[in-house]
């Protein structure tokens, strides 16, 4: 099985179709998106009802602390993010945000677990930023690995049998292999929201047969988002990020 890993898509329409235009080009069995429909971005509803589709054809879709922050605002969350919430309210149909309140905190497939942020406790949003905050999801679960999302930084750590967890190389395009004498846990990236350096669109390929897992970018027409962006009277920074992918 090859399986295509999305999140943070954060209402990136043009990031969203660039990263699925590439997904029809490579052999993808099965799509699983890690939440963070919405937020940041001016496309709420389109990503939403593009999300949605692809639940109907057979995807994965689990629930991310903006898509959440929909129904139940966190007081945590920071005021620029706070706001760009209660804007999208206002662009979601009762539809739409009824099928986001509908998502489940974390799913399993096979020997996957997928969630958001963290697989000890899905709904704390607990940023996996490091080695040593990704070994209480090693603990959490038996699962051989872990996808999620939450950080938009791909990052990859493995959990050897003496329990010792190590951060790994990500090189973007080339795949990594996942011994089978280990365990895994990778951060596939963000696909309207990278914050790496990189303003390109990011997602993963996960292959089953092989046993290896590709990061991927993929370029889009980021001067449309922040045109929108603008228009939509969303807060000023939030252009920059997209632009210098920080």
């Known amino acids: ?14 990031a969203l179709t660039a990263v699925l235009d590439d997904i029809s080009a490579r052999q993808i069995n099965r799509i699983a998106v890690l939440g963070d429909i919405v ?11 593009r999300a949605a589709g692809l ?4 995807a994965i879709c689990v629930k991310g602390n903006h898509d959440e922050a929909l129904e139940v605002l966190d007081p945590a969350m920071k005021a620029m993010a706070r706001d760009v919430i209660l804007w999208t309210r206002g662009h979601l149909s009762p539809a739409q945000r009824g099928f986001l309140a509908g998502l489940p905190m ?6 996957l677990r997928l969630v958001h942020a963290s ?4 709904g704390d949003w607990t940023y996996v930023s490091g080695h040593t905050r990704a070994v209480p999801s090693f ?23 003496t329990g010792t ?15 089978r004498s280990r365990r895994w846990l990778a ?60």
């Open 187 to 246: 951060v596939v990236g963000a696909v309207g929201q990278p914050r790496d350096g990189s303003p390109q669109a990011g997602y993963a390929v996960l292959d089953t047969d092989t046993n290896d897992l590709t990061f991927r970018r993929v370029p889009y027409d980021v001067a449309e988002t922040v045109r929108k962006l603008r228009a939509a009277g969303l807060p000023k920074p939030l252009a920059t990020r997209l632009m210098r992918g920080v």
């Open 106 to 111: 974390q799913a399993d497939l096979d020997d």
């Open 165 to 179: 967890v190590r951060n790994q190389a990500v090189v973007i395009g080339q795949p990594a292999p996942l011994l």
């Open 1 to 14: 099985m090859r399986l295509a890993v999305l999140t943070d898509i954060h209402a990136n329409r043009e």
């Open 119 to 122: 697989a000890q406790n899905p």
């Open 55 to 58: 639940v109907a054809e057979g």
């Open 139 to 161: 603990l959490a679960c038996a699962a051989r690995l872990i996808l999620c999302g939450h950080v938009h930084s791909p990052a990859l750590y493995s959990r050897d049998q």
């Open 39 to 49: 937020g940041y971005g001016p496309d709420p509803g389109w990503c939403t009802d």
